[in-house]
């Protein structure tokens, strides 16, 4: 009885599928997810100028850091800067994603040189430096140069680390962030393959490698896109941080700074719950947000935190010792636009959130504007003199922070 | 180690950042746009209906399909040598030039019916919340209304099947939601718009 019931069913669904229509195909992943009252909504992402524009045509000077600190051009010509990582030479690594390239820029006396170091990669967004070594996060695998530094102009073939991390080559947010932890293994980031759907069971994540062994480990769920992160100094607990869906309107949910504080794997809830305590219209049905990890800090919506480390160096006054820089590459799902800056956020000594503010403010040019910004941060690093150094992949050029003097 | 090594940098693109570098320069692109005119036409305006018309296209778009072409990301026998050698400012330049040209007068006559089906399909299929609502581009979108027909055809067809460059795959998911049928119509209906 039951087989001829299934082959009963198995004959009905050919026919039927011989007789129905082929399958819609999903939406562009930016504008999955909008409901239908924001159809005709005119926003649209940002892209850089891939070609890269000159500091002279650009407003520099409207640029602000608080008194006492300066902001100046530090290099340009390197088109979309994204991720930065420093060598310990000094050596500045940036890396894009819409292009193929890791550049090296090598300061020599008051002169910035700009080298093509890496050529031909997918997607290589993710890059840090430990122990001589540069790796590589492309949209697929990580790749390892080891004694990069003594090779800028013959870097040769990366060691595979990791590969075939995005089989199916997934749409949506594909590029990696990559950073090296305390416990010698790397960290990144495989975000979720649109705006708001349901992930498969590596994707919306954290996870970590072991560039020794390259044993593989989830590290946090739930993570829509996190394209910054970095450990406290001090409790070597990982931080990051994580960008909300959009089309949920002009302030809602909040992009999200997240910490990481105990041993078993946090979910945090995409696609169910976004910023701790919004449940999702679609997907969080028959769900609670009480199921999920909370963020440390909520950010503002569409804001778009990216990089974010942890200020560790010896230029900057006491008080800016142990905080949190974010590089908010700003909002485009937003009718009045935000971010844009370098933000600051003061942890007490429970290592627990005590201020949020903006550090390096002046790209905002108009906010009803399309586009409103001249500039966008992508990335920040400590140089070796304490320095902070920040990335526009809008133009093309990394800003120099300094305190003093 | 690097000392010696900076005059044999063959494998890169070596440059030294100055605060003399030049914005983009229209004159300069002017000059150096003589070579585009055999295909794309005096003054941007392209009389070949397979090579797409530069003129009032918006800057960022064109200096990003320079880089794309010099890249090897998007393909094409003519233009991935002709940029092959140019740099970043070079592009900028020309995309200046052709930017700050009189978009050319469309030249095809649309069919009634997709005339008055096109502007529903180019808002059901999101073609207007990026190129604008009178397809006329933006920042790195191109300018549609008006272009040529085949190329549109072409370049649309590229985008479905997967082969054709994009920011962030954007185009080829927008592409994927396309009937044969909603190409030919949508094609047909842009190429007829005139610039306002």
């Not at chain 1, 902001?71 to 030479?89: F, M």
Request: one cysteine or more; proline letters at 7%.
């Amino acid at each position: 009885m039951r087989i001829v019931m299934v082959v009963c069913l198995a004959a009905f669904g050919v026919a039927h599928a011989q007789n129905k229509p082929a399958e819609p195909t999903p939406p562009p992943s930016w504008h999955q997810g909008k409901p239908p009252a924001l159809q005709e909504s005119t926003l649209h992402p940002f892209a850089p100028n891939l070609t890269g524009r000159q500091a002279s045509e650009l407003p520099v000077q409207r640029l602000k850091v608080p008194a006492g600190f300066k902001v100046e051009v530090w290099a340009e010509g390197i088109p979309e800067a994204r991720s930065l990582a420093v060598g310990d030479k000094g050596t500045v690594f940036v890396s894009n994603r819409l292009s193929k390239n890791v550049y090296a820029v090598v300061d020599r006396g008051g002169k910035r040189e700009v080298k093509t170091l890496l050529k031909g990669l997918d997607a290589p967004n993710g890059i840090a430096f430990s122990k001589g070594t540069l790796y590589v996060a492309e949209r697929g695998r990580i790749t390892r140069y080891d004694g990069i530094e003594n090779r800028l102009d013959q870097p040769g073939e990366g060691k595979v680390v990791i590969d075939n991390l995005d089989p199916n080559r997934a749409p949506g947010h594909f590029w990696k962030f990559l950073a090296m932890g305390p416990d010698g293994k790397l960290y990144f980031n495989i975000g979720a393959p649109g705006n708001i759907v349901m992930p498969n069971y590596t994707q919306a994540s954290i996870m970590r490698v072991d560039p020794a062994s390259g044993v593989l480990e989830t590290v946090a769920l739930g993570v829509r896109n996190s394209v910054g992160m970095d450990w406290n100094p001090k409790s070597k607990e990982l931080w990051f941080t994580n960008h909300g869906r959009d089309w949920l309107g002009d302030d809602s949910p909040n992009d999200t700074l997240h910490r990481v504080a105990t041993k078993t794997v946090p979910n945090f809830g995409y696609p169910f719950c976004h910023q701790g305590d919004i449940i999702d219209p679609e997907f969080g049905k028959g769900r609670s947000c009480k199921e999920f990890a909370k963020p440390a800090l909520k950010l503002g919506a569409h804001i778009a935190p990216l990089g974010m480390r942890f200020y560790n160096g010896k230029m900057f006054p006491a008080e800016y010792q142990g905080n949190i820089f974010i590089a908010m590459h700003g909002s485009w799902n937003r009718t009045t636009k935000q971010g844009y800056n370098v933000s600051r956020v003061v942890l007490d000594e429970k290592g627990a959130v005590k201020k949020y503010e903006p550090f390096l403010t002046g790209f905002l040019m108009d906010e009803k504007a399309d586009p409103p910004m001249w500039g966008r941060p992508v990335d920040l690093a400590v140089m070796k003199d304490g320095a902070m150094l920040v990335s526009d992949d809008y133009n093309g050029i990394l800003y120099r922070i300094s305190h003093g003097k | 180690m690097w000392h010696s090594a900076s005059a044999a940098a063959a494998v890169v693109a070596l440059f030294i950042c100055s605060g003399a570098a030049q914005a983009a320069d229209i004159e300069a692109g002017r000059a150096k746009a003589q070579t585009c005119a055999a295909c794309h036409g005096n003054e941007g305006h392209s009389t070949n209906p397979a090579v797409p018309s530069l003129a009032g296209q918006p800057a960022q778009a064109l200096a990003t399909q320079l880089f794309q072409f010099r890249e090897g990301n998007r393909k094409n026998d003519q233009m991935s040598p002709m940029a092959a050698n140019l740099s970043n400012a070079e592009m900028n330049d020309l995309a200046a030039y052709f930017a700050s040209l009189k978009p050319a007068p469309a030249t095809h006559r649309t069919a009634p019916q997709n005339a008055s089906a096109g502007p529903a399909l180019a808002k059901k299929f999101n073609c207007v919340q990026c190129h604008g609502p009178r397809l006329e581009g933006q920042q790195q979108m191109p300018r549609i209304a008006g272009q040529h027909y085949d190329y549109l055809l072409a370049q649309l067809r590229l985008f479905k099947a997967g082969r054709r460059a994009d920011m962030d795959g954007n185009m080829t998911s927008a592409a994927q939601q396309l009937s044969d049928t909603d190409i030919e119509v949508l094609v047909d209906y842009i190429a007829g718009l005139g610039p306002q």
